[in-house]
């Protein structure tokens, strides 16, 4: 289950990628499928992360945060939050504002076995320094990620990884 995620208080990720524009190709990600009204918002991840929407829930990036291990993951995903969405890129940076300073962190393309070949839907990094600055009190930024040659924007609230109640 995630924490309780604050209004005041936003962790931002800027996430730099690019995608392929144009007529979709073989292997291309999904195009943004229209919500239908009342559709549910998803609330947890495949891998039990913190979502962050991506535009009117076209996308999502879920940030999954192992303490423990000093990892970051982030997994790019469909509007219904389930399925992976590969791009094209071999890194994406993570800008956070910590304590006023602004941080950067290469998150390394990371293939899962189902993307194809030259995408990449999930991006990581293992750094005490980045573990230490997602928890840090007033962490802010944004995640901007391009999708199929389009800019998504998304706030993520909050700590970046979910608490057991």
Excluded: W
């Excluded at 389930?82 to 390394?108: M, R, S, W, Y």
């Amino acid at each position: 289950m995630l924490g309780t995620i604050k209004a005041s208080r936003f962790l931002a990720l800027g996430l730099a990628a690019t995608a392929a524009g144009g007529i979709p190709a073989i292997g291309a990600p999904p195009q943004p499928a229209a919500q239908k009204a009342g559709h549910a918002h998803p609330t947890e991840g495949p891998h039990h992360g913190t979502l962050i929407e991506l535009g009117k829930k076209d996308y999502h990036a879920e940030v999954v945060h192992d303490e423990a291990a000093d990892r970051v993951t982030v997994y790019l995903l469909d509007g219904a939050a389930k399925e992976a969405v590969a791009i094209d890129g071999k890194q994406l940076t993570l800008n956070l504002l910590v304590g006023g300073k602004p941080q950067q962190f290469p998150l390394d393309a990371q293939p899962l076995a189902t993307d194809p070949a030259g995408k990449c839907s999930a991006f990581g990094s293992s750094s005490a320094t980045i573990s230490k600055a997602l928890h840090a009190k007033g962490t802010t930024g944004r995640l901007n990620v391009t999708v199929a040659g389009k800019v998504y924007v998304g706030k993520l609230g909050g700590h970046t990884h979910p608490h057991p109640h």
